[in-house]
């Protein structure tokens, strides 16, 4: 899966990391964490370029997470 051209949205936190089943959730991706584990295991997503599928994979600013032909950002 690739980024290409797709802008990125930026994902502001207040923490030193969500996970990315927060961040499922947070963007609207997921309704409930429960709903993680079955995401990740169906759909393709890049973090940093790399398949990730671990839901309580840590994400810190300047994480670049791709999702479904979407980019988001993660900002302090």
Same mark, same amino acid.
């Given at each position: 899966?690739?980024?290409?051209?797709?802008?990125?949205?930026?994902?502001?936190?207040?923490?030193?990391?969500?996970?990315?089943?927060?961040?499922?959730?947070?963007?609207?991706?997921?309704?409930?964490?429960?709903?993680?584990? /079955?995401?990740?295991?169906?759909? /393709?997503? /890049?973090?940093?370029?790399?398949? /990730?599928?671990?839901?309580?994979?840590?994400?810190?600013?300047?994480?670049?997470?791709?999702?479904?032909?979407?980019?988001?950002?993660?900002?302090?």
């Amino acid at each position: 899966m690739s980024m290409g051209k797709t802008t990125p949205q930026s994902v502001r936190i207040h923490t030193e990391y969500i996970t990315l089943g927060q961040l499922l959730k947070f963007v609207s991706i997921i309704g409930f964490g429960g709903e993680a584990k /079955e995401y990740l295991a169906t759909h /393709e997503i /890049e973090v940093n370029g790399e398949k /990730e599928n671990r839901r309580g994979r840590k994400l810190r600013p300047g994480d670049l997470i791709a999702i479904e032909g979407n980019a988001y950002l993660i900002e302090a």
